[in-house]
């Protein structure tokens, strides 16, 4: 039996994960889980279960939801988060949180030797050099939940030597027919409508920037120790593939599976082991055609801003992803237009200066630097 905290529980990746956990009630048990504030979407897991720990942002709906919930402990805020992560019950922790927020709670729970199941790339992006060095101190176990890494984790499982490249495949997103040009006037709902995936805003809005790609090298780069010169990129519509791994001697080794997050959340939770999943079979007769085509660089420019920041192992990648949760942050609100997403953000990119990034505090700052020229930006002042 593992014991299992979910942080982000409320969210896409989050729910599937309780999904995932209720399947198996002989194998894995939640004993905490933090949501921002959607205390309903939970709402059925909670009152089938007692003696959770609860974190929740505001002190106030922690109060009234210890009414509500009386058989669970209601704790909450950044205190909440890190008293969650690292619950002496608990075993693995799975970060499902959206954004840099997640990275403190994951260094905690490293630093409190729980394995870690993780979501949220945005941790990776802004801190990798240092989680990396916290999961070797540790000895505890770190395990990509996204598609494309899992994949490749499943495709190194037989042999991880002599490796010539990775191969991260990518849908293109919501606007992947259209050019450049034809962006202007798309509206939140065109955006949020991704061709092959249900996710969450943010990462939903990165997939059509390509973002959601540019994050995913940089984790890889962390995840598997591989210099960005092996990693590479390749459009596939059907999102069959979820990444493949070429050696030294050309064969190729590719992770197939329908579109499902709870293949790759479940692998996380089992791993070595397989466990049975009640899914549809993948049918590829009936997807008829699995095609590739190349990246386009000039049409997607925040993909090639994660590569020159992932590159530069300095504090720009944590600059370039605050940046970018800012600009997504005030495109999901309204504020700025969908084609003012990677113009704002490659331009900060080009315009902030950078220095070396060695502990958290270097990267909370530069996540900073990134969200206030962004935050500039759109007030329309001089950055
Ligand atoms: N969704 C996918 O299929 C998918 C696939 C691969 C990777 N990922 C990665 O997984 C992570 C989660 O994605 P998602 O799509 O599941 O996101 P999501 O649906 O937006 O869920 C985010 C979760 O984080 C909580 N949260 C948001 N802001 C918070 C804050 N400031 N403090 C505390 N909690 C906060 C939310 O709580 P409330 O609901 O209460 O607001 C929710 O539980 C992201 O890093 C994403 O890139 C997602």
Not at 80 to 101: C, Q, W
Not at 298 to 314: H, S
Request: proline share 3%.
């Amino acid at each position: 039996m593992k014991n299992i905290v979910i942080l982000g529980a409320s969210g896409s990746i989050g729910l599937q994960t309780l999904d995932v956990i209720t399947r198996h009630p002989d194998k894995f048990r939640c004993v905490g889980l933090s949501v921002k504030s959607r205390v309903d979407a939970i709402s059925d897991f909670l009152n089938s279960n007692s003696g959770l720990v609860v974190c929740v942002e505001k002190s106030s709906d922690a109060k009234n939801y210890s009414i509500a919930f009386t058989q669970h402990r209601f704790v909450w805020g950044e205190d909440g988060l890190i008293e969650v992560a690292t619950l002496k019950e608990a075993d693995t922790v799975v970060n499902a949180l959206v954004g840099f927020v997640g990275c403190k709670p994951t260094l905690a729970a490293i630093e409190a030797k729980k394995d870690i199941a993780l979501a949220n790339k945005e941790t990776l992006v802004a801190a990798g050099k240092i989680v990396m060095a916290a999961v070797k101190r540790n000895g505890v176990s770190l395990m990509p939940i996204d598609s494309e890494h899992s994949a490749i984790v499943q495709c190194l499982s037989t042999h991880n030597k002599s490796i010539k490249r990775l191969i991260l495949t990518a849908s293109g997103g919501s606007f992947r027919d259209k050019k450049r040009s034809e962006l202007n006037g798309v509206t939140l709902s065109d955006a949020l409508n991704h061709p092959n995936w249900s996710m969450g805003a943010k990462i939903t809005i990165d997939s059509a920037t390509m973002m959601n790609k540019g994050l995913e090298v940089i984790e890889a780069r962390w995840l598997f120790d591989m210099p960005f010169d092996q990693i590479d990129v390749i459009m596939h519509r059907q999102s069959i593939v979820h990444s493949m791994v070429e050696f030294e001697d050309r064969a190729v080794i590719a992770q197939l599976g329908t579109p499902d997050m709870r293949i790759p959340i479940q692998y996380a939770l089992s791993h070595p082991n397989r466990l049975a999943l009640d899914l549809p079979s993948l049918d590829l007769v009936k997807a008829q055609s699995l095609t590739f085509e190349p990246v386009d660089f000039e049409r997607f420019p925040l993909l090639k801003c994660a590569y020159l920041a992932g590159k530069r192992e300095d504090n720009r990648a944590a600059a370039l992803n605050g940046a970018n949760e800012e600009a997504v942050s005030a495109f999901l609100r309204g504020k700025i237009a969908f084609v003012d997403i990677d113009t704002f953000v490659a331009e900060a990119f080009e315009s902030m200066s950078y220095s070396e990034l060695n502990t958290l505090e270097d990267a909370i700052a530069a996540d900073q630097m990134g969200r206030a020229w962004i935050k500039k930006k759109i007030l329309g002042g001089n950055v």
